[in-house]
């Protein structure tokens, strides 16, 4: 038997009069009900959340709704109560809406400055303020590891001895720095100044990398990891998660960058890299037949077979496939292969510059180049016509995170890096917009930053966008960090389903003053995507 039923005639009174107290009460209204009551009622506790309000709001006015059709009317509910019900239900129902206004007037504005969010998540309670503000005065500033009143460290792990170093992992470091320098002369995160320490793991060996990173948080104390060029990337997950420590901006060499939850990259995973190029020679090249040439990395045999998947499908032919090691010192023997195999066009996805610079350097020696070019990943350089020279112009093709190159990054490096100019490449952009991402998510967070406060401002649904000249956007949603070739769950219009591929039209590649490209132009079908 329900005890609630069988009480209900001699409570019916009572259960208006809470019904009223915790309507009004639960909309935070200071109001005293009007509703008349015919027997006292005790004060009731009274859910705070939105979603217990509605629901009160939506039984009390069934219960009207059903009691003015009842052959037999309650008898607690005279014509007075109703009335008085009937109007505190539409003051309920104001405030609620009020409320909602209110919350919408307190989101955060979109911020201008290199990276912006464009979509806010509801700003915290005053209370919840109010509480974030004493604990940032009782810890005088100090709100967590690396972070200070007035600073907040960061740090890297770049590989300063891999081959090309001075042209490829330096500007990375030398762009973080200038746009840290930037950030700080338009007044920091809410007053706190950034910094970064680096640390040297060679040739990006894993072991110095791990070194590395206990080095930056056990004696360097760094609050995050930012953009940096380092072959471990892929390998310091289990160290992220047992130091708790976020990587803004890391540069996704690996897939499973996008996978964890520590890792905000500002780059397209290699191998949808790989599908946003693959799906670009199907329909702007039309090859019959093709050639792979691929690291032997995992990561880019991967690369290369999603690649492989959408050519095959096109009705192309594989006819023949190389792979490299990432310290190769001569590419002449793999020239060759592929001038027996004689394919029409060749896709690389090596993602080491030296290596294909050197195929292109050995190719012109040789007088070979497939008759509908080659096209490939992560050769969008500055620096790159000086070495490669004519033997490729408007043979070549690259795809890249973002459009090259940017009036107010390049005059960012200009003014704060000058000896960037002539080397800067797109790394170095995914650097500049991983900086600024992680300075607009601080400031989203308050005086009261935390790691894990930190995180969830990046993660919480929001789209970080770009300038327009770069015209990129980002979002850390499980959509765009899972996925795969079978089940693709990303959006197309986000970086993980979006990038560009670019012409080698010469080699003069040293970006116009105005921070257009020189030497690169936008291909035929130049906006691509991983799916379609």
Same mark, same amino acid.
């Given at each position: 038997?329900?005890?609630?039923?069988?009480?209900?005639?001699?409570?019916?009174?009572?259960? @208006?009069?809470?019904?009223?107290?915790?309507?009004? /009460?639960?909309?935070?209204?200071?109001?005293?009900?009007?509703?008349?009551? %015919?027997?006292?009622?005790?004060?009731?506790?009274?859910?705070?959340?939105?979603?217990?309000?509605?629901? !009160?709001?939506?039984?009390?006015?069934?219960?009207?709704?059903?009691?003015?059709?009842? $052959?037999?009317?309650?008898?607690?509910?005279?014509?007075?109560?109703?009335?008085?019900?009937? #109007?505190?239900?539409?003051?309920?129902?104001?405030?609620?809406?009020?409320?909602?206004?209110?919350?919408?007037?307190?989101?955060?504005?979109?911020?201008?400055? *290199?990276?912006? $969010?464009? !979509?806010?998540?509801?700003?915290?309670?005053?209370? #919840?303020?109010?509480?974030? #503000?004493?604990?940032?005065?009782?810890?005088?500033?100090?709100?967590?590891?690396?972070?200070? +009143?007035?600073?907040?460290?960061?740090?890297? @792990?770049?590989?300063?001895?891999?081959?090309? /170093?001075?042209?490829?992992?330096? %500007?990375?470091?030398?762009?973080?720095?200038?746009? @840290?320098?930037?950030?700080?002369?338009?007044?920091?995160?809410?007053?706190?100044?950034?910094?970064?320490?680096?640390?040297?793991?060679?040739?990006?060996?894993?072991?110095?990398?791990?070194?590395?990173?206990?080095?930056?948080?056990?004696?360097?104390?760094?609050?995050?990891?930012?953009?940096?060029?380092?072959?471990?990337?892929?390998?310091?997950?289990?160290?992220?998660? !047992?130091?708790?420590?976020?990587?803004?901006?890391?540069?996704?060499?690996?897939?499973?960058?996008?996978?964890? $939850?520590?890792?905000?990259?500002?780059?397209?995973?290699?191998?949808?890299?790989?599908?946003?190029?693959?799906?670009?020679?199907?329909?702007?090249?039309? %090859?019959?037949?093709?050639?792979?040439?691929?690291?032997?990395?995992?990561?880019?045999?991967?690369?290369?077979?999603?690649?492989?998947?959408?050519?095959?499908?096109? *009705?192309?032919?594989?006819?023949?496939?190389?792979?490299?090691?990432?310290?190769?010192?001569?590419?002449?023997?793999?020239?060759?292969?592929?001038?027996?195999?004689?394919?029409?066009?060749?896709?690389?996805?090596?993602?080491?510059?030296?290596?294909?610079?050197?195929?292109?350097?050995?190719?012109?020696?040789?007088?070979?180049?497939?008759?509908?070019?080659?096209? *490939?990943?992560?050769?969008?350089?500055?620096?790159?016509?000086?070495?490669?020279?004519?033997?490729?112009?408007?043979?070549?093709?690259?795809?890249?995170?973002?459009?090259?190159?940017?009036?107010?990054?390049?005059?960012?490096?200009?003014?704060?890096?000058?000896?960037?100019?002539?080397?800067?490449?797109?790394?170095?952009?995914?650097?500049?917009?991983?900086?600024?991402?992680?300075?607009?998510?601080?400031?989203?967070?308050?005086?009261?930053?935390? +790691?894990?406060?930190?995180?969830?401002?990046?993660?919480?649904?929001?789209?970080?966008?770009?300038?327009?000249?770069? =015209?990129?956007?980002?979002?850390?949603? %499980?959509?765009?960090?899972?996925?795969?070739?079978?089940?693709?769950?990303?959006?197309? *219009?986000?970086?993980?389903?979006?990038?560009?591929?670019?012409?080698?039209?010469?080699?003069?590649?040293?970006?116009?003053?105005?921070?257009?490209?020189?030497?690169?132009?936008?291909? =035929?079908?130049?906006?691509?995507?991983?799916?379609?």
């Amino acid at each position: 038997m329900n005890p609630f039923s069988e009480r209900r005639k001699p409570l019916a009174a009572i259960a @208006i009069t809470a019904g009223i107290v915790l309507l009004m /009460a639960a909309c935070g209204s200071t109001r005293t009900g009007t509703v008349a009551q %015919p027997v006292s009622a005790p004060a009731t506790p009274v859910p705070g959340s939105a979603d217990n309000t509605a629901k !009160l709001i939506a039984a009390v006015a069934a219960y009207l709704d059903a009691q003015a059709t009842a $052959p037999k009317k309650d008898p607690g509910l005279d014509e007075i109560s109703r009335r008085s019900l009937r #109007r505190a239900l539409a003051e309920a129902r104001a405030e609620v809406a009020a409320a909602k206004q209110q919350q919408a007037a307190e989101r955060p504005a979109a911020s201008s400055i *290199g990276v912006r $969010p464009v !979509l806010t998540a509801p700003s915290e309670s005053r209370t #919840r303020q109010d509480e974030n #503000r004493i604990s940032y005065d009782k810890s005088g500033g100090a709100t967590d590891v690396g972070v200070t +009143r007035d600073s907040i460290k960061l740090g890297s @792990i770049n590989m300063h001895g891999m081959a090309l /170093a001075n042209v490829v992992t330096e %500007p990375v470091y030398r762009g973080t720095l200038a746009t @840290i320098a930037s950030i700080n002369d338009r007044g920091g995160v809410l007053g706190r100044r950034l910094s970064q320490v680096d640390c040297d793991d060679g040739a990006g060996e894993v072991s110095r990398a791990k070194v590395c990173l206990k080095k930056l948080v056990d004696e360097d104390r760094i609050f995050s990891l930012i953009t940096a060029q380092d072959w471990a990337t892929a390998s310091i997950h289990d160290d992220l998660h !047992l130091f708790g420590l976020p990587y803004v901006g890391s540069w996704a060499y690996s897939q499973t960058e996008w996978q964890d $939850p520590f890792m905000f990259p500002t780059h397209m995973s290699m191998i949808h890299e790989a599908m946003a190029g693959g799906n670009w020679v199907r329909h702007a090249v039309h %090859p019959k037949t093709y050639g792979l040439l691929c690291l032997t990395s995992p990561e880019m045999q991967l690369a290369c077979t999603q690649v492989q998947h959408i050519l095959d499908a096109s *009705g192309s032919r594989m006819v023949k496939k190389v792979d490299v090691a990432i310290s190769e010192t001569s590419m002449s023997a793999y020239v060759l292969a592929f001038r027996g195999a004689n394919p029409e066009h060749i896709v690389h996805y090596v993602i080491n510059p030296a290596t294909v610079i050197k195929f292109m350097i050995e190719a012109a020696q040789q007088g070979y180049y497939p008759p509908k070019g080659i096209s *490939g990943n992560h050769l969008a350089g500055e620096a790159v016509g000086s070495f490669i020279g004519q033997w490729p112009i408007n043979r070549y093709w690259v795809n890249t995170t973002y459009r090259l190159w940017g009036a107010d990054f390049m005059a960012t490096m200009e003014r704060y890096s000058r000896s960037n100019v002539g080397f800067t490449h797109h790394i170095v952009q995914a650097g500049y917009v991983g900086v600024n991402m992680f300075a607009e998510a601080a400031r989203e967070v308050g005086p009261n930053l935390t +790691r894990g406060r930190l995180m969830a401002a990046l993660g919480n649904g929001q789209v970080w966008k770009t300038d327009s000249d770069m =015209d990129q956007q980002f979002s850390y949603t %499980p959509s765009e960090r899972r996925g795969s070739y079978d089940d693709q769950t990303w959006s197309r *219009g986000d970086a993980e389903g979006r990038e560009f591929m670019y012409k080698y039209t010469g080699t003069n590649t040293t970006a116009k003053p105005d921070g257009s490209p020189s030497g690169w132009e936008l291909a =035929d079908q130049g906006v691509i995507h991983t799916y379609e």
